[in-house]
């Protein structure tokens, strides 16, 4: 109930860096992304203020890094993401996510690698850490690869995937020529909600003509 949440420390008039932070979930689940930035800061100007060190966990730097990543600010998202590795070096969760965006974004791919197989070391039928994998070896044009991964992917996967997976699974079958089966994915990422549905759109619009 996150209305309520924020409705109730409405009325406070000071808060601690913990309420800020809460604020900024709340605002997060309510799709307020630039609400949920602001909470964010001054969260870490109350916790500096207060020398409140502890406030900065593993938690704290990956919804950070989260929330900036959907905003686009995708420096300071690895930026974020890469503190919470340092303070959990063996988290598989903050490798998983430091390692994916780096690929979604074409930075250190071999790094990428490495810190998405260290999180399928842990958790070898996660299937988002088996789409990551799938998505680093797009990324680096090994697409027979990416192709075993994806399918091995949307195996593992719950019945109705992530449309991020999907649109990916669309990708990875485009770049090793499959095109009904890319198509058939684009279709399903647009029918499931994904976000750039202009750009799916013009994926579709551009599968070449079969003889």
């Known amino acids: ?18 309420g800020h932070f ?16 602001r909470e964010l800061t001054l969260a870490e100007e109350a916790a500096v203020q207060s020398k409140n060190d502890g406030f900065f966990t593993v938690d704290f730097f990956l919804f950070f ?3 900036c990543e959907e905003l686009g600010l995708t420096e300071r998202s690895i930026e974020k993401a890469r503190k919470a590795l340092e303070l959990t070096p063996d988290d598989p969760v903050c490798a998983n996510f430091l390692g994916y965006v780096l690929a979604d974004h074409e930075q250190e791919l071999e790094n990428a690698e490495k810190l998405v197989e260290k ?19 797009y990324r680096q044009k ?5 192709l075993a991964q994806i399918d091995k992917t949307l195996r593992f996967a719950d019945k ?9 699974a669309g990708d990875i079958y485009a770049a090793n020529g499959l095109w009904l089966l890319a198509e058939k ?8 909600g994904a976000h750039d549905q202009e750009a799916i759109q013009r994926k579709i619009d551009s599968i070449p003509d079969t003889p």
Not at 8 to 16: A, D, G, I, Q, S
Not at 119 to 137: C, G, K, T
Not at 142 to 146: D, K, V
């Open 185 to 192: 994915c684009w279709r399903e990422a647009l029918v499931s």
């Open 119 to 137: 999180a399928l070391l842990a958790d070898p039928e996660n299937y988002a850490y088996l789409d990551s994998m799938a998505w680093v070896y």
């Open 160 to 168: 109705n995937p992530d449309p991020i997976i999907i649109d990916h």
């Open 22 to 37: 809460m604020r900024s979930h709340a605002f997060k689940q309510l799709k307020k992304l630039e609400d949920a930035a």
């Open 65 to 67: 890094a989260t929330l």
């Open 1 to 18: 109930q996150p209305e309520n949440a924020l409705q109730v420390m409405e009325k406070l008039t000071r808060l601690p860096a913990e």
């Open 142 to 146: 090994r697409f027979p690869e990416a």
